[in-house]
Structure formats: structure tokens, C-alpha cells
């Protein structure tokens, strides 16, 4: 699905990736772990097409498809979500409009016709129900005045209404107490097709207790310098990284 | 020759068929206005309030001057100046500003105008509503007079809509006078969508008793060259203003509002909000002073200013003022100028939504600020259709018009 | 900070301090303005013949032109023709000599807390000071030299060091800028040079104190800073002026180069004297300063406390051509009694991703006018400029007047000005937190006046600061209650 070769990309000037190598195949849940500012953050906003980052080197593909050739938003019809670590507000722009736009514009993408306004709410209804989002924030500028909480939530509900092919969950347990946590990687889960792959980003092992990933990668100075089973995220947990510095060297 | 002469000897010829057509209230100020505008003429740039506008370059051309009579569908508060219900002496030319050069030449060269009377404790329910035609075989110049008297403890709502027909240029001067007595309500809402070949140049003057609520909307939709001067005078106590504006500009339009808040008792509030989005080659320009006068204790207001200039050939003058010779005040003022934010965009582009539909949505978002503020639920409702299908490039400027159907 | 420090001095006294005249022997010209008389003013400093051609020129430019009236205040009439245009305390005797300093005018710098004696001066400043028109004495002199940093007056350097000062003056500020800096170029007595080498990091604060003491003499002092690629600069400049009944004239002007990576600070304690309660006499203080990054990545700073004047009309201004350029205007006006300011900043972007601040708080007492003005221009080709103003106003009384009239012309789609004012009056909340707590009204206004400068006195270096706290105090004496 999604192969990375030799990634390297400056934000600013400044080289934060020096080179990553990885494949995620259909179905699989790589989890990257990694010290701050080791470039999780960097990866993941390259692989979307944030303008900020440049790519200075390297390849990827999705799908057979040229990635770095592709906007922002063609990724997204292409199938990329990302949930973001800080969803932005945007106000004045309320939620029903905005998904209205983002769903059509996949639609439109896809040679479908746009949804009518009746269908486009009953969907809408449905997968709010999915995600336990309440009916209240959706009549609200996107993301405006929500809690941390409720801004993850609404992260998976996007995600539900899209139904990406490639999820990116940008430590999306950040901020979130454990029963918050919980509903959203449940609603993630709930989501997810065998053939969904996801891309999952955190610090702690408590994401991974209820998204179980396939492969854990660990990220250090913009490589990936050890990659594992789920046992090395729990390592992690109880280690920490200074083992894995000490072994390369650091 | 400056262009102001060729409107003095059109006076000195047509004075007395001007007259002839007009009435008593109108004739008895009109050469006293004509010799204030022989005086000052039309101001220059370096009039400061006229800074940002070629009042001269938009007068030069050769203009023929409308003086063809109004048509008014009868109702109880719109009366012709002329057949004003109730003496209107005291008010006519009285809350205007004659030194005002292009007030002066609209008393001169006005023939007829509205007079709209809402008597004590009325309540007028439905909207009164102005719509402008600006048509002609020629191009043509309008001096639209309006006067406005809402007795004590009357409420109205009042919409002006301006239209103007394609591929003809249009000239048009307007002065409103408004006098809103003790405990009055007025909403009052002016739009234009007129064509690339329109030149406004509006005065509206506001005089405000004590207890009133005034709200004022300029809402620039569509226009050629445009410029709003809006004057109010508060002069009882525990009386609030608003004034609003929105303004869109692309191609080579131009728009200039100049607003005056004077406080002169105490206890009022005022609020302004103006916000201008910017594309093309358009200018935007927004001056607006609130004067607080000595007396005028407890007084507070807020006046804001927002700009987003979509294209690297857009400019933006703004100029907000503060002018407070009280103490016991609370006053504040904003304004930017601004770029889209570009973290909205990515995180809207990243949902799959085009880049051009994204910045679509927030200059959209952008403008909802001044129309969710809109009392009347219709218009807000007609308006946020109208503003997205301005950012889309699809409003077609008469869908409202008659006159092109 | 030294305790013997002379330039921090208690400000007891409660009237206009510095209001003393010095008894020294002053050479003072004719008055009235004329060719001759820029010819006279001219060969007495022995300048060259360029120079001269400046000044006449500036001067048949003035004579074209009318006094502004734009801003918020009324000029009075000025009779340039009553006013002398040269004033020398260091006049030569009868026989012809240069006498040493004159002990008076040490004695008044002294009272002033100049140090002009290089053993007084703890505060390792470096001092040029300018008494009515002639630059008295520069310390430090040597010092500086060994890093062959220039820093003397103005006419020292037009006799050593020509060529940099003809290269300069009037590139920032030409004689056509305005009235006053017409007058001033056509009429310039002394001020001060400094000149700082590449990668030089200036070793101490440049200070030059300002006073203008003889009668009937206007002061038109030129100042002139050139700061090379790499190079650090930090000016302090401090003014006062006796009590005399009629108005004073101080039309100066302050050019500023900034060259690439070059960082210039310019700190202004101005306390002119203000004229007395009645709004009679006090100096009409007309500058016109400017500072041009020319460099990328250059730096300016503009922070100044106006107390004094009877008429303020300044706008301390930044050209920011060099890419990525910096420039930052803090200031603190007080008025009091009849005194009147109009002042404020340019910000003027020329070059990519430059960035401005302006921070201005009015204080306004009395029956005074304060007003701020500023304007901030960004270029069609300043991509990415940004801007970021704030202006706030305090009222302490109801006779005064408190204004606001920022100017924003913006001709680039990708700069990001933002522009905020309040104006309010001081909290009477606390005042009777203050008063509850045992601060009499006029201490707490003091405090609370002082906390809502803190800002921009942060700004200054610490020997200026504390004189500016003091200073804020006592002009704000006998405002409230």
C-alpha cells in the first residue's frame, strides 16, 4: 500500500529526516515510536502533503501512485487520512458544511455524483452515532470551542465519514484521559476494514492496548533504527529508548 | 478646468427647471447648497477624510444628469419629499453636512427624494424596502435624496437595494439623513450590486435621541467605485449604534468607507465591525473615527476592522481613530490586514477538500462574522447565499433585478 | 548598578527639575535666519565648502515651504527670525584662546548627572554632550578609539572624517523630508557621530545629553550613526532645558544606517521642560528621526519616554529595506498640564519577511493632548511582512484629551498586519486596593502609571530606566485628587 525509500525532508531549512525506509502492506498497523522531535510528526505531515515540509530526497508511493506528485487533497482522494494531533479551529466554518464539501470533493474525485443534502445528513446521523460524537458540535464551526477530547473524537468521526484506505493517527492519544481513549480507538477499530492500514503514532504503549499493531517501528534522529513485533513497544513502555540509543551507538 | 465647473454652469442653467420640478423644502436650501458647493467643490485627496478616493477623476466625465421623477408603490410610511405628510423643514438639509462638497452638489442638483415617516410608538413590521434602478440610454448620473424620521418609540426596518443596468456607466450621488427620536429602533440595510461601471458616492448622516438602538449595514457585493461616508451623531443618553460593513472587491473595484461615531453625551455604546475581502486588483479602504466628546462619560465602544487581501495586486488602506476627550471611558479599537490561515487550509485540504473550495469556505467563514449579526432572518439567509456565489464568481449581478429580465 | 552612580539621581523636587540656567560665557550670533548667517555659522566651524552648499540649499528648499499642520496640535506662530541659530558656551576668551572646559558648564552636567569628568563616570557610559548648540566634551574617546569606533561631534567628524559624513548625512533623512528637517539641514549646530566598524560589538552605551540653555537660542542638533555589517550599537539620549517663559525651538534630526546582521538600539529619555501649569513657555520639541535597515537581518530599536515639551511632534521611523530586517518602536508619552504630543512611528517594509513592533501607551493628564500616529506601509514586494501594533491610551482626568490615529497601507497579499488600541481610564479598583493597603492616591497612581509603562521601560538599559520610572512619577504629581 504505502512504500517509503531513502525519506529525507527539511522543515525551515533544517534536515529532520535523513532517510527513512518503510512499507506498510495492506492490512497492516505500524506503530512508530520515537523521542521528541525525532521526526514522527515530520513523517506523517510529509506523507499527507503538508507545504511546510519539504522532501528533499527520496520516494513514496501509495498504491503504485507517486505521492510526492500528488496535492494535499488528491492524497486524500487517493484515501490518506490523517488524524491530526491538534486539529485546527476554523471558525465560521461550521462542521456539516465542511464535511459536505470534504465528502463531495472525494465523491467528485471518484467520478461519483455529489450527495443530495438528505442523504449526505442521514449519513451524517449515522456515523455520528458510530463515533458517540454529539449532535451539538456539529451544528459549531469545526473544532471550535471543542474539548481535547471532543476535537480526537471528531477526528474519527471525519475518518468514518471519508473511509480512508490509510489512516495516520498523529498521537492521537495525547491529551485524551483513558476512558476518551478508549472510545476513540474503539471507534477507530469499529471503522477499520481488513483491509485498512493505519499508521499509528505515540509515546506510550496505552494506544497500543487497544490498537494492536503488526509491526513497531522506532524513530531516532529522522531513521528508523530498530523496528520489531508488539513486544517492542512494550519494552519501550518499560525501558524506555536508552537501550536502543546505547545499541546504536548514541 | 477642475471637474466640479461642469456641474456649476449645469446648475446655472437648469436651476429653474430643477426648481420648477422640485418642491418648497427642497427649493429653499438648494442655492444656499449651491453656493457652499461653488465654494469648496469637490474635496481633494488631501482632504483627509477623502484621502483614498479621486472624488475629482470620478465627477470629470461627461454625465447626462436623470431628473426623470420617482416612482413609489404607495404605502402608509414612503411619501415623495413633496408630499410629505408631516413638515419636514426642520429636518431637510438640517442633519446633513452642506460643507460635505458632495452633499453640497446632491442639495443643488436634487429633484425629488423619499421621505419615510414612521410616526410615535409605530411598529412597522414588515421590512421598507428602497430598490434602486439605475438605467439609461446614456450615461447617466442620480442624486438620490433620503430622508428618514422615526417619531418616539417607532421601530422600522429599512432596505436599500442598488442595481444598476450592464454596460452602461452610472454616477450616482445619495445623501440620507436619518433622525431617530427618544427611544426609537431602526435597522437599516444598504446593498449594492451594481456593475463595474458604477460610481457611488454615498453620505449618510444619523442623528440619534436618547434610548435608541440604530444598526447600520453597508454590504458591497458588487460595484464599480464606491465610497460610504456614515455620520452619527449621539446625542441622547443610553442609546447604542452599530454600524457594519462588508465589503468584496476584485477586478479593479474600489471600495472606501469612512464612518464617524461622535459621542456627545454620556452613557452610549457603540460598536462597529467592518471586513473586506480583497482579490484582483481591487482597493479596499476603511477610516473610522470614534470622537468622544467631553461630556460624553461612561461612553463605550468597539470598532473593528478585518481585511484579507487574496492577491498579491490587492491593497488595503485602513485607518481606525480614536478621538476621546473624556476620561471615564472604555474604547478600543482593532484592525488587521491579513493572509488566509494557512493551517486551516492544509487541515481542510488534508479532508480531501480543493484548495480553491477551501479558501472559498474561509473567506466565506470570514464574512459570516458581519452577517450572522444580521437581525432579519431572510436576508441573512439571501445574503450568505449571495456572498458564496460572489467568492464563486457566479453571482449574476440582476438575479434580483427586474430590469434585465 | 553602582550606587555612585551619577547619572541615576533622585528626583525629589517636585517642579520641573532641571530648570536652572548656567552662568558661562556663551557666544551667541545674531538672531534671525539668512544666507549670511547660515555663511557665518558655517565658517565659524570651519566646514568645508560642500557642506555649505548643503545647508544653503536646505535652507532656499525651507523658504519654499509652509509649517505642517496636520497633525493633532496647534503649532504656535514661531518668528524664525527671533531665534538665534548658533550658541557657543565654549566661546573663546578675548585673547583668542580655547579655554579648558569652564568649570560652570562642568558644574551644570554635573548637576545633571553627566559624567563628564571620565573618573565620575562609573556608569561606563560613553557621553557626548551637546550644551545649546556646540558639542562640550566627548568621554570615553580613547577608549572607544582602540576598537577604532568613531564617536564624537558631528562637526569633529566633518573635519575628520569628511568623507563618512558625506556619505551619510541626509541619506536617511533628506533636507526635503519635511519642514522642520529642512530647517534643521540648513542649520545644524552640533550633535553627534558615531561610527562602528565591521563585527565591532560597541563596548559600552553611547549616551548624549541634550540641554539647551542660552535664551532665545533653538537647538538644531544632528545626529548621525552608521553601524557596519555585524556591528552592535547601543545610544542613549537624554534632553532637558531650563525654565524660561518663552517657547524654546528644538528641531533635530536622528539618522540611523544599519548595514547587514548589524543591531542599533536608540533609547530617548526626553524631558524637555514642559512650560509651567498656565501652558506658558516650554520647549517645542520638532524632531524628525529615521533609521534605514539597509542590511539583511539588521536591527533597530526605537524606545523613548516623552515627559517633557510643551510641544512633542516626532515619529521615530524605520525603513526596513534588507531582507529580513527587524525594527521595534516602544514609547511612553506623558502630558501633563498644557502640554501637547503627537507622536508615533513609520514603519516602512520594503524588503521580504520583514518584521515590525510598535508598542505605544499615552498618558494623558491636565488639559493635555496625546496623541498617537503612526503608520505601517508594507511594499508590493515585502512578502511575508508582518506587523504587529498596539497602542493604548490612559486618562487620568477629565480635561484631557486621549487619541488615536493609526495609518495601515497594505500592498502585499502575504503580510500580516494586525493593529490593536484601547483607551481607558485608571482603574479605581486599584487605586482602593492601593489606598486600602496604606498608598496615598498620587503614590498609587505613580505605581499603577509606571506598572502600565513597564513595557516599554523594559526596554531601556537599567541607568535609563530608573530615571524614567522617577521621572513618570513626578510629571503625573498633583494629576489626581
Redesign the interface.
Known amino acids: 500500500m504505502l512504500e517509503i525509500k531513502n525519506l529525507h525532508a527539511t522543515v525551515n531549512g533544517k534536515e529532520i529526516l535523513k532517510g527513512i525506509d518503510l512499507t506498510i502492506n495492506d492490512g497492516e498497523i505500524h506503530a512508530i515510536m520515537g523521542t521528541n522531535g525525532a521526526g514522527k510528526s515530520t513523517l506523517s505531515n510529509v506523507i499527507?502533503?503538508?507545504?511546510?515540509y519539504e522532501v528533499t530526497d527520496g520516494s513514496i508511493t501509495f498504491n503504485g501512485k507517486n505521492l510526492l506528485e500528488m496535492?494535499?487533497?488528491e492524497?486524500?482522494?487517493a484515501g490518506i487520512?490523517?488524524s491530526?494531533q491538534t486539529?485546527?479551529e476554523?471558525?465560521?466554518?461550521s462542521m456539516t458544511?465542511?464535511m459536505r464539501?470534504?465528502?463531495n470533493?472525494?465523491r467528485e474525485?471518484l467520478g461519483l455524483e455529489p450527495l443530495k443534502s438528505t442523504e449526505f445528513l442521514k449519513i451524517m446521523r449515522e456515523k455520528r452515532k458510530l463515533v458517540e460524537i454529539d449532535q451539538k458540535l456539529m451544528n459549531r464551526?469545526?473544532n471550535e470551542g471543542f474539548s481535547g477530547g471532543e476535537k480526537k473524537r471528531n477526528e474519527i468521526f471525519?475518518m468514518a465519514m471519508?473511509e480512508p484506505s490509510f489512516c495516520i493517527l498523529d498521537e492521537t492519544d495525547s491529551g485524551l484521559d483513558v476512558d476518551a481513549l478508549r472510545i476513540v480507538a474503539e471507534g477507530f477499530n469499529k471503522l477499520r476494514k481488513p483491509d485498512t492500514s493505519a499508521m499509528v503514532i505515540t509515546h506510550y504503549q496505552r494506544l497500543l492496548d487497544y490498537i494492536k499493531p503488526d509491526v513497531v517501528h522506532v524513530l531516532i534522529g529522522g531513521k528508523i533504527v530498530k523496528t520489531g513485533g508488539p513486544d517492542l513497544a512494550l519494552k519501550i513502555e518499560n525501558e524506555g529508548f536508552d537501550w536502543i540509543k546505547a545499541e546504536i551507538g548514541e | 478646468m477642475k471637474s466640479e465647473q461642469q456641474y456649476i454652469e449645469l446648475y446655472k442653467e437648469v436651476s429653474t427647471l430643477i426648481k420648477q420640478k422640485s418642491c418648497k423644502v427642497m427649493n429653499d436650501v438648494r442655492d444656499e447648497a449651491f453656493a457652499m458647493f461653488e465654494k469648496v467643490g469637490f474635496p481633494s485627496r488631501k482632504v483627509e477624510r477623502y484621502k483614498y478616493t479621486d472624488v475629482d477623476a470620478n465627477f470629470a466625465p461627461n454625465y447626462g444628469v436623470s431628473f426623470s421623477p420617482l416612482t413609489l408603490t404607495p404605502s402608509p410610511y414612503i411619501f415623495k419629499m413633496s408630499e410629505a405628510p408631516v413638515d419636514i423643514n426642520e429636518y431637510y438639509a438640517k442633519v446633513a453636512d452642506l460643507s460635505d462638497g458632495i452633499t453640497a452638489l446632491n442639495t443643488t442638483l436634487a429633484h425629488d427624494g423619499i421621505f419615510i415617516h414612521v410616526p410615535k410608538n409605530t411598529r412597522v413590521e414588515d421590512p421598507i424596502q428602497i430598490d434602486n434602478w439605475l438605467r439609461g440610454n446614456v450615461a447617466t448620473m442620480m442624486n438620490r435624496r433620503i430622508l428618514v424620521v422615526l417619531e418616539q418609540g417607532a421601530e422600522a426596518t429599512i432596505i436599500i437595494n442598488d442595481h444598476a443596468e450592464e454596460k452602461q456607466r452610472f454616477l450616482s450621488t445619495q445623501v440620507i439623513e436619518i433622525v431617530a427620536k427618544d427611544n426609537s429602533r431602526l435597522d437599516m440595510y444598504e446593498i449594492e450590486e451594481t456593475t463595474n461601471l458604477c460610481s457611488r458616492f454615498s453620505n449618510v448622516y444619523i442623528k440619534e435621541g436618547r434610548d435608541c438602538s440604530v444598526k447600520h449595514n453597508s454590504i458591497t457585493l458588487f460595484n464599480g467605485q464606491t465610497r460610504n461616508l456614515c455620520d452619527v451623531y449621539m446625542q441622547g443618553e443610553n442609546s447604542e449604534v452599530t454600524l457594519n460593513g462588508c465589503a468584496i472587491g476584485d477586478g479593479n473595484q474600489r471600495i472606501d468607507n469612512n464612518t464617524l461615531i461622535d459621542h456627545k453625551v454620556p452613557n452610549c455604546v457603540s460598536n462597529e465591525l467592518y471586513k473586506y475581502v480583497l482579490d484582483g486588483k481591487s482597493v479596499g479602504a476603511f477610516a473610522g473615527k470614534i470622537l468622544v466628546e467631553k461630556d460624553a462619560q461612561k461612553t463605550s465602544s468597539q470598532e473593528t476592522n478585518a481585511n484579507l487581501c487574496a492577491s498579491t495586486d490587492a491593497h488595503m488602506y485602513t485607518q481606525p481613530m480614536l478621538e476621546i476627550y473624556a476620561d471615564d471611558v472604555k474604547c478600543a479599537h482593532g484592525s488587521t490586514v491579513g493572509v488566509m490561515d494557512e493551517a486551516a487550509l492544509f487541515y481542510m485540504r488534508q479532508r480531501g477538500v480543493r484548495e480553491d473550495e477551501a479558501r472559498m469556505l474561509l473567506k466565506n467563514a470570514f464574512m459570516g462574522q458581519v452577517i450572522d449579526q444580521i437581525r432579519l432572518q431572510p436576508l441573512r439567509d439571501r445574503l450568505f447565499v449571495k456572498i458564496e456565489k460572489r467568492f464563486r464568481g457566479e453571482l449574476d449581478k440582476c438575479e434580483d433585478c427586474r430590469l434585465c429580465k | 548598578m553602582s550606587e555612585q552612580n551619577e547619572f541615576v539621581r533622585s528626583v525629589a523636587e517636585k517642579k520641573y527639575e532641571f530648570g536652572f540656567t548656567t552662568d558661562v560665557q556663551t557666544e551667541i550670533i545674531e538672531k534671525g535666519l539668512n544666507e549670511d548667517v547660515i555663511r557665518t555659522i558655517s565658517a565659524k566651524k570651519g566646514e568645508p565648502e560642500w557642506l555649505l552648499e548643503f545647508r544653503l540649499e536646505a535652507y532656499r528648499y525651507w523658504l519654499t515651504q509652509k509649517q505642517p499642520t496636520w497633525g493633532h496640535l496647534k503649532l504656535p506662530e514661531i518668528d524664525y527670525q527671533a531665534i538665534s541659530y548658533y550658541a557657543d558656551p565654549t566661546a573663546k576668551s578675548a585673547d583668542g584662546e580655547k579655554k579648558e572646559l569652564d568649570p560652570e558648564l562642568v558644574k551644570t552636567f554635573d548637576k545633571l548627572g553627566i559624567p563628564l569628568e571620565e573618573r565620575l563616570a562609573l556608569s561606563g557610559m560613553a557621553v557626548d554632550a551637546v550644551m545649546d548648540s556646540v558639542s562640550v566634551k566627548t568621554t570615553f574617546k580613547e577608549k572607544l578609539a582602540e576598537k577604532n569606533i568613531i564617536f564624537c561631534s558631528i562637526s569633529e567628524a566633518v573635519r575628520e572624517y569628511p568623507d563618512l559624513v558625506k556619505q551619510y548625512l541626509g541619506s536617511v533623512v533628506p533636507y526635503r523630508d519635511n519642514y522642520f528637517a529642512a530647517l534643521n539641514s540648513a542649520v545644524f549646530s552640533d550633535g553627534s557621530f558615531v561610527y562602528i566598524p565591521k563585527e565591532t560589538r560597541c563596548p559600552m552605551e553611547l549616551s548624549t545629553y541634550f540641554r539647551i540653555n542660552a535664551i532665545n537660542t533653538g537647538q538644531f542638533e544632528r545626529t548621525l550613526i552608521v553601524c557596519e555589517e555585524g556591528s552592535y550599537v547601543s545610544y542613549l539620549e537624554g534632553c532637558t532645558a531650563p525654565m524660561r517663559d518663552e517657547n524654546q525651538l528644538h528641531a533635530a534630526i536622528v539618522e540611523i544606517v544599519v548595514m547587514d546582521n548589524a543591531e542599533v538600539k536608540y533609547s530617548t529619555v526626553q524631558n524637555w521642560y514642559p512650560g509651567d501649569e498656565n501652558g506658558n513657555g516650554g520647549v517645542l520639541n520638532l524632531v524628525t528621526k529615521r533609521g534605514h535597515l539597509r542590511g539583511v537581518n539588521s536591527k533597530l530599536s526605537w524606545t523613548q519616554v516623552e515627559t517633557g515639551s510643551a510641544i512633542t511632534w516626532k515619529y521615530p521611523s524605520c525603513i526596513l529595506s534588507g531582507d529580513n530586517s527587524q525594527a521595534e518602536f516602544y514609547s511612553v508619552a506623558v502630558t501633563n498640564n498644557h502640554q501637547v504630543a503627537d507622536t508615533g512611528t513609520k514603519m516602512i517594509h520594503i524588503g521580504k519577511n520583514t518584521r515590525s513592533t510598535i508598542i505605544s501607551k499615552g498618558i494623558s493628564a491636565g488639559k493635555s493632548e496625546n496623541s498617537y500616529r503612526g503608520l505601517v506601509k508594507v511594499g508590493s514586494k515585502a512578502d511575508g511582512a508582518r506587523n504587529y501594533s498596539s497602542c493604548d491610551s490612559l486618562l487620568l482626568g477629565s480635561e484631557c484629551g486621549a487619541h488615536t490615529f493609526p495609518y495601515m497601507d497594505i500592498h502585499n497579499n502575504t503580510a500580516t498586519v494586525e493593529h490593536e488600541a484601547t483607551t481607558s481610564k485608571i482603574n479605581e479598583d486599584q487605586l482602593l486596593y492601593c489606598n486600602q493597603r496604606g498608598i496615598s492616591t498620587e503614590e498609587a497612581v505613580g505605581l499603577i502609571v509606571n506598572g502600565y509603562a513597564k513595557e516599554v521601560i523594559n526596554k531601556l538599559p537599567m541607568e535609563f530606566a530608573v530615571e524614567a520610572q522617577k521621572l513618570l512619577s513626578v510629571s503625573l504629581e498633583g494629576t489626581v485628587g
Open positions: 499527507v502533503g503538508n507545504p511546510v496535492k494535499t487533497e492524497r486524500a482522494h487520512f490523517m491530526f486539529p485546527i476554523i471558525p465560521g466554518v458544511n465542511f464539501a470534504a465528502v470533493a472525494r474525485a464551526s469545526v471525519q471519508l
